[in-house]
């Protein structure tokens, strides 16, 4: 009886950070203002991002700069079907948007896996780039600089239209609906058998090969897929920020998600939303106080974390909960 | 005929610049498989330092000179301080090195102020000569020349001096050099340094064909030099010379031939390379 008591109030203890946090985000818009139901939503839809991101770096070792590419081309897609194209209906833009996401990742994969290891890196880094300036268009090409507006954007984009209108808070439960969706398909991946292949090649590529894996296709298909959910997390954003720049597209963003993903914790799905929601807060209260040196801060965030904190803040946190448990 | 020289001679120019940056990019990268993004921020300090000389002083040689020598103390500083904790690990070397991008970036904006340093033409540089029936600024010539002989001083360095044999080395098995008795630590500064400074230097002589540079310039141009090093195999001074002059003149020749896609030659150059031989043309191995 004892045992079977202190077995239920292990496993009590250990869901409780859990459940804190879900009742925390279930319960936020009834107690906080809506800057930070907003900053909390951007959290959510960034983690989602990032999460995507883990898959390909965490999971399989492919450390990608190219990976906001794939969020702004699903913002644009979506954006441009609104604006010039007037096809306002939900349940065409969006998954037009993520599709387009999903196809570019398809396009990108083969070109980037051609190259290894840090080349690998240069390449989506380049190829991210490429995505960006065909945004950044600024005088030439009439036509497209029409559709995407050029460097300075494209806004003016409504909550999408469901047969009911959106507040900023109904659109928080929205996005929390559709990130918890994706993090629980994420994390069904990772614990799939091809979720397992995927570890292995990121430990031993060479031992993953001579058991018979077709390396190059488990790689393909992860790129895949993290583009997939990049763009869910774009079409999300995009209907919630109601403005996309090329900022979202380039290495900046590119950089910052790796930044939030290592610092969260890489490899966990967990860590990638905490390692976003701590940038993200942190840019929010420097912004209030000193915008001119957020890239200062972020750069030196960015070193700090990488020369003394590599391990995340998620691994840390679970073997700290662990140890008090006991 | 004389429209096909001129943009040649454009492409050249443009190339001799790039190869200033991509030399050292490719050196470090060859030789200590560090992948040093700040390089293109590296490139601007010692822009905007030579610049300011220049500006106060008036005189040519001292911009560059001070520029070499600010970039690449930099550049030891950053190797010293922090890449060297980093060696054989890809993401943390990258990550830190991006960082800094952010970090050199703005305090370059807090110091000098968020205006372009103009570039810095010495009267002896000035003007143009008559060539195949058009004008051609004898300051592009100067940056042909200037980069040329520090190709040439480069490669008689790494191919035809003790030093070099122990850098090309060093690329291929560094622990082996290091257990045959060769302290591997001054030749990693020295090539850390040269790399730097000769990016400042490139900057100060050559940033007249960008017309000015700003503080947050270091991204761009850092691209660019790492789709020349692709391009042209990393580790070696021929390969990020033939990468260089690759992505110059395709660069030239795109913009009076494809207007529209101008800004996507480089990138069409870069995929079909990965596509037909992702080491690189004069790549060492992959």
């Given at each position: 009886m004892s045992a079977l008591n202190k077995e239920y109030k292990n496993r009590l203890l250990r869901f409780t950070p859990h459940i804190i946090i879900i009742l925390f985000l279930l319960t936020l818009p009834t107690f906080t203002d809506l800057a930070i139901v907003s900053l909390v939503t951007?959290?959510?839809?960034?983690?989602?991002?990032?999460?995507?991101?883990?898959?390909?770096?965490?999971?399989?070792?492919?450390?990608?700069?190219?990976?906001?590419?794939?969020?702004?081309?699903?913002?644009?897609?979506?954006?441009?079907?609104?604006?010039?194209?007037?096809?306002?209906?939900?349940?065409?833009?969006?998954?037009?948007?993520?599709?387009?996401?999903?196809?570019?990742?398809?396009?990108?994969?083969?070109?980037?896996?051609?190259?290894?290891?840090?080349?690998?890196?240069?390449?989506?880094?380049?190829?991210?780039?490429?995505?960006?300036?065909?945004?950044?268009?600024?005088?030439?090409?009439?036509?497209?600089?029409?559709?995407?507006?050029?460097?300075?954007g494209l806004g003016g984009i409504p909550?999408?239209?469901?047969?009911?209108?959106?507040?900023?808070?109904?659109?928080?439960?929205?996005?929390?609906?559709?990130?918890?969706?994706c993090a629980l398909l994420l994390y069904l991946i990772t614990k799939s058998p091809f979720g397992y292949?995927?570890?292995?090649?990121?430990?031993?590529?060479?031992?993953?090969?001579?058991?018979?894996?077709?390396?190059?296709?488990?790689?393909?298909?992860?790129?895949?897929?993290?583009?997939?959910?990049?763009?869910?997390?774009?079409?999300?954003?995009?209907?919630f920020n109601g403005f996309i720049s090329p900022?979202?597209?380039?290495?900046?963003?590119?950089?910052?998600?790796?930044?939030?993903?290592?610092?969260?914790?890489?490899?966990?799905?967990?860590?990638?939303?905490?390692?976003?929601?701590?940038?993200?807060?942190?840019?929010?209260?420097?912004?209030?106080?000193?915008?001119?040196?957020?890239?200062?801060?972020?750069?030196?965030?960015?070193?700090?974390?990488?020369?003394?904190?590599?391990?995340?803040i998620f691994p840390l946190s679970r073997n700290l909960w662990k140890r008090m448990r006991r | 005929m004389d429209k096909i020289v001129i943009n040649a001679l454009n492409g050249i120019s443009y190339g001799m610049l790039l190869f200033l940056i991509?030399?050292?990019?490719?050196?470090?990268?060859?030789?200590?498989?560090?992948?040093?993004?700040?390089?293109?921020?590296?490139?601007?300090?010692?822009?905007?330092v030579g610049l300011t000389i220049a500006k106060l002083t008036g005189s040519f040689l001292l911009a560059v000179l001070v520029g070499a020598l600010s970039a690449g103390l930099l550049g030891v500083i950053l190797e010293r301080g922090f890449f060297r904790f980093l060696y054989k690990q890809d993401f943390a070397q990258v990550l830190v090195t991006f960082g800094f991008i952010f970090i050199i970036g703005n305090l370059l904006l807090w110091i000098w102020g968020p205006w372009p340093r103009s570039a810095f033409v010495p009267s002896y540089f000035a003007g143009s000569v008559p060539v195949m029936g058009?004008?051609?600024?004898?300051?592009?010539?100067?940056?042909?020349?200037?980069?040329?002989?520090?190709?040439?001083?480069?490669?008689?360095?790494?191919?035809?001096?003790?030093?070099?044999?122990?850098?090309?080395?060093?690329?291929?098995?560094a622990e082996m050099v290091s257990g045959l008795g060769i302290n591997l630590t001054p030749i990693n500064i020295g090539a850390f340094f040269l790399g730097s400074a000769i990016?400042?230097?490139?900057?100060?002589?050559?940033?007249?064909?960008?017309?000015?540079?700003?503080?947050?310039?270091?991204?761009?141009?850092?691209?660019?030099?790492?789709?020349?090093?692709?391009?042209?195999?990393?580790?070696?001074?021929?390969g990020a010379l033939v990468g260089a002059l690759i992505i110059g003149l395709v660069d030239s020749f795109g913009k009076v031939y494809f207007p529209e896609i101008t800004r996507f030659t480089m990138y069409l150059a870069l995929a079909v390379i990965i596509i037909v031989k992702p080491s690189g043309i004069l790549g060492r191995k992959l």
């Open positions: 951007r959290i959510l839809i960034f983690g989602l991002l990032v999460m995507a991101l883990d898959l390909v770096f965490g999971y399989t070792g492919l450390m990608s700069l190219g990976h906001a590419a794939f969020f702004g081309v699903a913002g644009y897609t979506t954006a441009i079907l609104i604006k010039y194209y007037h096809i306002t209906s939900f349940w065409i833009a969006a998954p037009a948007g993520v599709l387009m996401a999903t196809l570019l990742a398809a396009v990108f994969g083969i070109l980037a896996l051609r190259a290894k290891d840090v080349y690998f890196f240069l390449v989506t880094m380049a190829l991210g780039q490429l995505v960006f300036e065909i945004f950044n268009t600024s005088t030439s090409a009439g036509k497209l600089r029409a559709m995407t507006g050029g460097s300075d909550y999408p239209d469901l047969g009911f209108s959106f507040s900023p808070t109904s659109y928080y439960y929205f996005a929390l609906i559709a990130v918890a969706i292949s995927m570890q292995g090649i990121r430990e031993s590529e060479t031992r993953m090969r001579c058991l018979g894996y077709n390396i190059w296709l488990h790689k393909y298909i992860a790129f895949i897929i993290a583009g997939l959910f990049a763009g869910v997390a774009g079409v999300l954003f995009i209907y900022e979202s597209v380039g290495f900046n963003t590119g950089g910052l998600i790796l930044l939030m993903l290592i610092l969260g914790g890489k490899g966990t799905l967990w860590g990638a939303v905490i390692g976003t929601g701590v940038m993200l807060a942190l840019q929010y209260f420097v912004g209030t106080i000193t915008p001119q040196r957020w890239p200062l801060i972020m750069g030196g965030t960015m070193v700090g974390v990488i020369m003394f904190f590599r391990g995340g | 991509a030399s050292g990019l490719s050196l470090v990268m060859g030789l200590m498989g560090i992948v040093n993004l700040a390089h293109g921020a590296i490139f601007v300090v010692g822009g905007f058009a004008y051609f600024p004898i300051h592009r010539f100067a940056v042909i020349g200037i980069a040329a002989m520090i190709f040439f001083v480069l490669w008689w360095l790494q191919e035809k001096t003790r030093t070099g044999a122990i850098i090309r080395a060093g690329m291929d098995d990016a400042g230097a490139g900057c100060v002589i050559g940033v007249q064909l960008f017309g000015s540079i700003s503080h947050f310039d270091g991204m761009g141009l850092l691209l660019t030099a790492v789709i020349v090093v692709i391009i042209g195999g990393v580790g070696s001074v021929q």
